[in-house]
C-alpha cells in the first residue's frame, strides 16, 4: 500500500472521529465536514437545518476565521452574495504575489421572499478557503436572520466546556497536523 493511500485511510478514520466528537447537532448550523489537513484547501459547507422559530431564513453571514486564507464562496441561485475583505496585518504570498487583503466575513442574502429557506426545509451554504499550517481547532461564527428574528451561532468554548455545553456554539472545524501542511493542495 502506498504512503499516499495510508493517508487518507488514517484521514478517513479522523473525520469519523471527529465526526463523533464534534457532533452534528441538527439545532445548530454546523460544518458537513469538521476536520482538515493543515495547510490544505478546505471545502466548508454549512448544514442550515431549521429557520428561527417557524420563521424562514433570509439570510446566512459567516465570519471567516483567522488564519483561513482565500475563501470564495459558491454562489446559490435566488440568493445574492457579499463578500467583505479587510486589510491583513501581517500580508503574505499566493502563487507567487503579495496578499494585502483577504475575505473576512461571506454573507447570502435571498433576493425574495420566495427565495428564502423555509423553517421545515434543510439547504447547505459553501465556500473553500485554505486551511491554517498550524493544528488546532478553528471556530465559524455564523449569523442565521430569518424573516422574524435571528440565530446567532457564535459561542466558542471555554477552556473546560464542550461544544455541547453551548446554547448557539460556532461551527467548529478541527486542523490536523501534517497532512497538508508545506503542498499545494486546491
Known amino acids: 500500500m502506498s504512503l499516499n493511500t495510508i493517508k487518507k485511510i488514517a484521514l478517513g478514520a479522523l473525520w469519523i472521529s471527529a ?6 447537532a441538527s439545532a445548530h448550523v454546523v460544518l458537513e465536514y469538521q476536520v482538515a489537513p ?39 441561485p435566488g440568493w445574492a452574495l457579499e463578500v467583505q475583505r479587510e486589510k491583513l496585518a501581517q500580508p503574505y504570498t499566493s502563487h507567487g504575489r503579495s496578499i494585502t487583503d483577504d475575505v473576512v466575513r461571506i454573507t ?8 428564502m429557506l423555509p423553517h421545515a426545509h434543510y439547504d447547505e451554504f459553501v465556500l473553500v478557503a485554505t486551511a ?3 493544528a488546532g481547532t478553528v471556530y465559524w461564527p455564523v ?16 477552556p473546560g466546556q464542550t461544544l455541547s455545553d453551548l446554547k448557539s456554539p460556532a ?3 478541527e ?8 503542498g499545494h493542495n486546491h
Not at 465526526?19 to 452534528?24: L, Q
Not at 476565521?65 to 464562496?73: E, F, N, Q, S
Not at 449569523?143 to 471555554?158: H, L, M, S
Open 171 to 173: 461551527a467548529a472545524l
Open 38 to 76: 493543515a495547510g490544505a484547501s478546505y471545502k466548508a459547507t454549512f448544514k442550515v437545518g431549521h429557520g428561527c422559530g417557524a420563521s424562514p431564513t433570509r439570510q446566512i453571514a459567516v465570519d471567516i476565521p483567522a488564519g483561513m486564507r482565500g475563501a470564495r464562496p459558491m454562489p446559490k
Open 108 to 115: 447570502w442574502t435571498a433576493k425574495t421572499p420566495e427565495d
Open 132 to 134: 491554517p499550517a498550524q
Open 143 to 158: 449569523r442565521q436572520v430569518c424573516a422574524e428574528g435571528r440565530n446567532d451561532w457564535v459561542e466558542v468554548p471555554k
Open 175 to 182: 486542523i490536523l497536523p501534517g497532512a497538508g501542511a508545506g
Open 19 to 24: 465526526g463523533a466528537v464534534f457532533g452534528s
